[in-house]
């Protein structure tokens, strides 16, 4: 396992190994060749209003549960996961081969539970393991890196029904850890250096022996989304 | 100065330190008494159905040139800034007097500014400076930091005409570098730990000379923006 192979030999239980999904991808085989896509009326639509090859847009299509803005070449997309971002998580980029596309894992966090079982097993140490992507924002410029697939962390400290410095119930404050290690990690290489794996250390109170659940700890349920279609 | 105080001896020009806003916003006097406002209809309205104190809405209508989204008590606005969160960046929080209200910084850009100027001239170094709040995402749980403010750092690092390893053209990728250092910062501190500020070491690749544009770069401009009524 490249991973295990990477990793310093005082490796320990408390750090984190963030992990750019698409090694994950490439490992586990999701990839498509465009020329086995046989794009549907929805993406050969698509494709023509966006200017985008039909096959690109039936691969996003196949991947999303929801289209939830489609707007000058940029699909928002709702993947079979629950994550929101452009073009369900579609990668043409930084592969050997450009014919093909590369998907999101199938079941993340049951990577990351994997990647972390088969890093213990190799290394003798148990780090918690982030799966990261980058994705836009709605409101602000720029990507960045966030969890979609953990195990070991605590992705989301939540603080309500805790009391702040001045003794007052903080209200609505939860922090989403796994997203701010996924970007910490980020700033520790550059994008074009292809360095797959990232070692984060100092943030051992939020890694646990169990996995836990996962990011999938860090969706927000479609109920309390705000920004859907028909939303008010 | 409170900030410069608290700087380490060898603090370096190539380093950030991260405040948090509040200790900005109450340094500049942001702060209101809710018994000085007088609700209106339209803050009066919006409290009857949102189950909140007139005067915070109305000090939240007077923060905002928009309000995006009124939902189950949460409003997200539009600052005069240009900044989407909610309650248009009000904190009730971590405030000695419970009677009053805490704003953002009227120009968080130009706080940082004079925050880099005053630590230079009573330290002798000029690290960047970075002014943070915690913002919702539209689409993930948790609050993660964002930079308001800054002087000094390349917050946006842009790749885009760049090459990926491969030697393909990198596409719509910018790194919202200033998001990511807020975001790494915050994991250093405890929210209940009251550490207003946090030194940052190791990005020293994107701390500049000049001030440059500041937090601003990070804001998504209203027509890029898809998710505001009407957009599609």
Known sequence: ??????????????????????VVSKAEGRVRRLEAIEPGPRASELSAEHDRDPRVVQAIL??????????????????????????????????????????????PD???????????????ARPAVLITDSFGRAWRLGQTDVAIGAAGLVVLDDWRGRYDAAGRPLRA?????????????????????????????????????????????????PAEDLFREGST
Chains 1, 2 share one sequence.
Do not use: Y
């Open 173 to 221: 404050t939860a922090i989403a850890v796994g997203d701010a290690v996924a970007g910490a990690a980020d700033l520790a290489r550059a994008k074009s250096s292809a360095e797959p794996v990232v070692l984060v250390r100092g943030v051992e109170r939020f890694v646990t022996r169990d996995d836990g659940p996962g990011a999938a700890a860090l969706r927000r349920p």
């Open 1 to 22: 396992m490249a991973v295990a192979n990477a990793a310093p030999a005082d490796l320990g239980d408390g750090d984190v190994l963030v992990v750019a999904h698409k």
């Open 110 to 124: 049951a990577s990351a539970r994997a990647l972390r079982a088969g890093i213990a097993a190799a290394c003798g």
């Open 62 to 107: 196949d991947e999303s549960a929801a289209v939830l803005r489609a707007d000058r070449g940029v699909l928002i997309c709702e993947t079979h996961h629950g994550l929101v971002c452009a073009n369900a998580g579609l990668d043409q980029s930084n592969l050997a081969e450009p014919d093909t596309v590369l998907l999101l894992p199938r079941d």
